[in-house]
């Protein structure tokens, strides 16, 4: 794909596809942009950009339960998929785009009558793509807003040098409003030294009130060989520390438990990750079955964290984790690091020591406490501040 260094915004230059080289970027102020309402029958029509299922996990599941709540509640949502493959939208009760080029992207949002841009990211997965939805915002005079769905944003970008800086910097300052998970991620992105003036809201993670739970009998039967059963679910990548956690339950058998690990991957693989996962496998088994299955449907997920004794989270960075909620709605005990702000009934440890992970598993299998719980009223919660936040920034 070609692509055009076209834009200057305040400290340097910014590499866009060529979709966009014939138009013009107008001015435009800092004030909200009012929705039209001379036509009260139309409805605010609103694009939901991100990552859809198959095979995107936890953020992918969080943009279809915000589609399918707020198309519930009455808006026009279009989703619009910027995933490496399509999902099955044969069901959807929204209209949805499959875009997974920046080139598509921009078509789409230049073609599209829209009249809120919401973007959701939470990885280099996303990156990019912010600035053609920021351009386009601008082009179109619509407005934008950015909703980050992980934590530690601020540190990994450091990876990624001034260009992707530069990309980011004007993203932030083109959205009008950022959605966050936790308060956390505020100080992450204000740690870019950024001049945003747009307001943060902690919009936390949506769960469904009503999840469908499928058995696998395969799966179920491998977690009743032993005691602890440990879930894990995540993605083949240095983040979600599968590896860490092998090493962890190797460490349980020393203690006289028997563990049984179940891993769920979905997404992008890291091929060093999967190199060390499974020389972890090796050193760890017989002590410790291991079982590894990928891209299965959500519902075999829940029913498969159902029926474990115990949620494993050893993130080294993370948002408002949906299968953390999940679990805990279930019923299923979860211990988590502390690389981000967890619900109550979470067992913490400290991000990356091995043995403050085995310790804290240990005692969630032998001493349980009462799980959290995701209560309805919260869950409406969720959803009003989104829409209340749509509500501003459209000025209605």
């Not at 992207?105 to 829209?114: K, P, V």
């Not at 949506?206 to 799966?219: A, F, G, H, N, S």
Request: hydrophobic share 40%.
């Amino acid at each position: 794909m070609r692509h055009l260094r076209i834009l200057r915004h305040g400290r340097g230059w910014v590499t866009l596809p060529a979709a966009v080289k014939d138009v013009e970027l107008p001015e435009t102020g800092t004030e909200p942009l009012k929705h039209d309402t001379s036509s009260p029958a139309r409805q605010p029509t609103v694009a939901l950009i991100g990552v859809f299922p198959p095979p995107s996990g936890g953020q992918g599941y969080y943009n279809l339960y915000l589609a399918e709540e707020l198309k519930r509640r009455g808006w026009s949502i279009v989703a619009i998929d910027v995933s490496s493959q399509p999902s099955d939208a044969s069901s959807q009760a929204f209209s949805y785009v499959y875009a997974p080029t920046r080139k598509v992207l921009t078509r789409a949002l230049l073609s599209g009558h829209f009249d809120l841009l919401h973007l959701t990211a939470s990885d280099t997965r996303i990156m990019g793509f912010e600035t053609i939805v920021g351009v386009v915002s601008r082009i179109r005079r619509i407005p934008f807003i950015y909703n980050l769905l992980a934590g530690g944003f601020g540190q990994r970008l450091s990876h990624y040098g001034p260009l992707k800086r530069c990309v980011l910097a004007v993203s932030l300052r083109g959205a009008r409003c950022f959605l966050v998970s936790n308060e956390g991620q505020v100080d992450d992105l204000r740690s870019l030294s950024l001049s945003v003036d747009a307001p943060f809201i902690t919009a936390g993670c949506l769960v469904p009130l009503t999840q469908k739970v499928e058995e696998d009998p395969e799966i179920s039967a491998f977690l009743a060989g032993g005691r602890p059963s440990i879930i894990s679910v995540g993605a083949l990548r240095p983040v979600y520390a599968f590896p860490f956690l092998v090493d962890a339950c190797r460490t349980l058998t020393k203690i006289g438990l028997q563990p049984r690990l179940l891993l769920i991957a979905a997404g992008d693989e890291d091929p060093s990750t999967v190199v060390e996962l499974e020389a972890a496998r090796q050193n760890a088994q017989p002590m410790v079955p291991i079982r590894l299955v990928r891209e299965i449907p959500r519902g075999l997920v829940l029913g498969a964290v159902r029926a474990a004794d115990i949620l494993a989270r050893p993130t080294l960075a993370d948002g408002d984790s949906l299968s953390v909620h999940e679990a805990l709605q279930l019923g299923t005990t979860v211990v988590a690091s502390d690389a981000a702000p967890r619900p109550d009934g979470v067992v913490l440890f400290h991000v990356g020591d091995k043995k403050s992970l085995a310790e804290n598993l240990r005692k969630a299998y032998l001493e349980p406490m009462p799980a959290g719980d995701v209560a309805h009223s919260e869950q409406e919660s969720l959803v009003d501040r989104v829409i209340g936040c749509y509500e501003t920034v459209l000025g209605i």
